[in-house]
């Protein structure tokens, strides 16, 4: 059943102290050690303050409100406040850590925002927003049981956090398993020149009509999270066979640039439209031979350790440093004989898809932790109103 509480407006029950924010000056703006707030939180320490004692500071960005961005939260002691958040006083009885700040961070107020061009909250509609205030001793009981809620759900999220770290380490270990045993199980090491061809020649192409449809991958198609091309677009052969980087069902796309390179952007391409694709220059192509498994090349050059190798050598100025292809022909790959190979590979295929499948739920279930406490304080002061 619905609680009726009684509501008072803002302006009744704090006072607020907008004339005294105001900006840091030159003047004041020394290396020291009290926070400058803003209207989101700390933005610098100072040598100098305007208040000392326990408010709540409200953010005035109108545009805000309503996106989830907005904020309200609590300071207490020395502190200069700029004019981009409003400073409450309350001076009735009220928790400011607790219900107050909890109020206004479940609250859309875009009734309450003036301005078209440059949307605020301003001083007079704050002072009208209306909050619903049940005895001290109430709002500490609900507080309580709300803060209560919230430590379960922190350390739901911290061992979430624990559980991503673990999932996300699977296939790296894996494969630092499976390419340490080479020299033991005294499998070939050839050089990634002899077991795949590298950028092969556009040539393939060139009797085909121009009109022959194919895939399109810009780099941004790429996941560096799945390895997979999460979208390709269909373009004709004549608009993409200029400019752009030629590849094959079955081929391996390495992302020779940085930062693409260094987070994982390698995949190998599949269901290209009449098995042909183009996409960008930023790629490398490598097209395994013959017994040897386009997969076992994609694990070779995905493997974190080879990864940290080719980063190391990147040539070029900072911020466009990438890959050179002389550098993948040289590198060192063992290569295990084919059956071995289709064995692995099967193993680490069934292991990266358990770790994709971990991380997902796990993104579900951060979202719906933040749900939840949301939910847990829509429902605390919704059900009082």
Excluded at 105 to 132: A, F
Excluded at 135 to 149: N, R
Aim: hydrophobic fraction near 35%.
């Amino acid at each position: 059943m619905k609680t009726i509480c009684p509501t008072k407006k803002l302006g009744e029950i704090c006072d607020i102290l907008d004339s005294q924010r105001k900006p840091v000056t030159k003047k004041n703006r020394k290396p020291g050690t009290y926070p400058y707030y803003g209207a989101t939180g700390i933005q610098d320490y100072i040598a100098d303050y305007i208040f000392d004692e326990p408010l709540v500071l409200v953010g005035e960005d109108g545009a805000k409100w309503g996106t989830g961005e907005a904020t309200a939260y609590c300071v207490e002691g020395k502190c200069w406040v700029n004019n981009h958040a409003h400073v409450l006083r309350p001076h009735r009885d009220i928790l400011l850590d607790g219900w107050l700040v909890y109020f206004f961070n479940i609250s859309d107020l875009s009734e309450y925002i003036t301005g078209l061009t440059v949307k605020k909250l301003n001083q007079e509609k704050l002072r009208s927003i209306e909050i619903p205030l049940p005895p001290l001793e109430i709002q500490k009981k609900i507080v309580g049981k709300i803060e209560g809620l919230f430590a379960k759900i922190d350390e739901a999220s911290r061992l979430r956090a624990e559980s991503i770290s673990t999932s996300s380490a699977l296939l790296p270990s894996a494969l630092h398993h499976v390419f340490s045993r080479a020299e033991k199980e005294g499998w070939e090491v050839k050089t990634l020149d002899d077991v795949a061809e590298i950028n092969p020649s556009k040539k393939e192409v060139v009797e085909l009509s121009p009109d022959t449809e194919v895939s399109f991958v810009p780099m941004s198609a790429v996941s560096e999270t799945t390895q997979s091309i999460e979208r390709q677009e269909i373009r004709k052969l004549e608009e993409v066979k200029k400019g752009y980087t030629y590849f094959k069902e079955g081929d391996v796309l390495f992302a020779k640039i940085t930062p693409c390179m260094e987070n994982g952007k390698i995949v190998v391409a599949e269901n290209l439209k009449n098995g042909i694709g183009f996409g960008s220059t930023e790629f490398h192509v490598l097209r395994a031979k013959e017994k040897v498994l386009p997969a076992w090349v994609f694990y070779f050059l995905w493997n974190p350790e080879f990864r940290k190798e080719a980063e190391e050598n990147m040539t070029g100025t900072a911020g466009q440093q990438r890959v050179p292809s002389d550098f993948l022909k040289k590198s060192n790959i063992p290569l295990p004989p084919f059956a071995e190979q289709k064995k692995i590979v099967a193993y680490l295929d069934g292991l990266s898809q358990k770790s994709r499948s971990l991380q997902e739920l796990q993104k579900q279930t951060a979202d719906d932790l933040s749900a939840l406490k949301q939910s847990i304080l829509h429902q605390a002061f919704c059900g009082m109103m």
